[in-house]
């Protein structure tokens, strides 16, 4: 079945350094992907939607790309804020089955 | 943005009896799918639901789950009998097409004791 990898359980920062968290995915069909965002007691928001390589999608100065070549869609942002702290799931949707599949999430802890 | 709602936001129940989460999905949106998330864990796909059936579940859907959405109303998941290992926060979600962005409700928080 379909598998996303995310290698960063927990990721520190402190606030005005760049941010990059990592994810790999593997599937038997060209997967759309996307980055969810999810804070303390809420519903997982959007973040982030690919489609096609090559595209590079931001939202919220957050951006990533996607490499079918390397089957990555890494998340990333300049200059990361307080107020970024929150937990991030990569996700690919099997456009065969519908399922969309999680990674383990990363949780970022943005500090002063 | 678009708002999905889940009643109820909290339910504790005995184990081995039935519970019905509730979800309000998108007005317009034709797919619906439940994922269950337990604490501290990721999230995990159970099920999704187009054109009155179900489409795709996971291995966590178990014989005792089922959904339906009678009559364009509430897409309902419903667990019959519950278990312990059935509690966990479980979350709608709804999208206009398959691969669309997936409008997330705020999760009914279900403790089986």
């Known amino acids: ?112 | 943005g678009p708002k999905v709602l889940q009643i109820p936001s909290h339910q504790i129940i005995d184990m081995g009896q039935m519970v019905t989460l509730n979800c309000d999905p998108v007005s317009n949106h034709l797919y619906f799918y439940w994922y269950k998330q337990i604490l501290g864990q990721q999230m995990e796909f159970l099920v999704n639901f187009y054109n009155g059936k179900v489409m795709e579940k996971s291995k966590l859907f178990k014989d005792q789950f089922s959904v339906e959405r009678p009559d364009g109303s509430y897409f309902t998941l419903k667990i019959q009998p519950t278990a312990l290992e059935d509690s966990a926060v479980y979350f709608c979600a709804s999208s206009l097409l398959g691969g669309d962005t997936q409008y997330f409700g705020p999760g009914t928080r279900l403790l089986v004791l």
């Not at chain 1, 927990?10 to 994810?23: A, D, F, I, K, R």
């Not at chain 1, 957050?62 to 937990?87: G, M, P, R, Y």
């Open chain 1, 1 to 112: 079945g379909d598998s996303v990898t995310q290698t960063e359980g927990l990721v520190t920062l402190t606030e005005g350094l760049p941010v990059m968290l990592n994810c790999t995915y593997q599937s038997t069909y060209s997967p759309f992907l996307f980055w969810y965002v999810q804070h303390l007691n809420e519903a997982p928001k959007l973040l982030l939607k690919s489609f096609t390589d090559n595209k590079r999608p931001e939202h919220q100065g957050f951006h990533a790309t996607l490499h079918k070549s390397s089957s990555s869609f890494h998340l990333q942002k300049s200059s990361a804020q307080l107020s970024d702290s929150a937990l991030y799931y990569c996700a690919s949707y099997n456009t065969n089955t519908g399922k969309l599949t999680f990674g383990d999430g990363t949780v970022l802890t943005v500090k002063p």
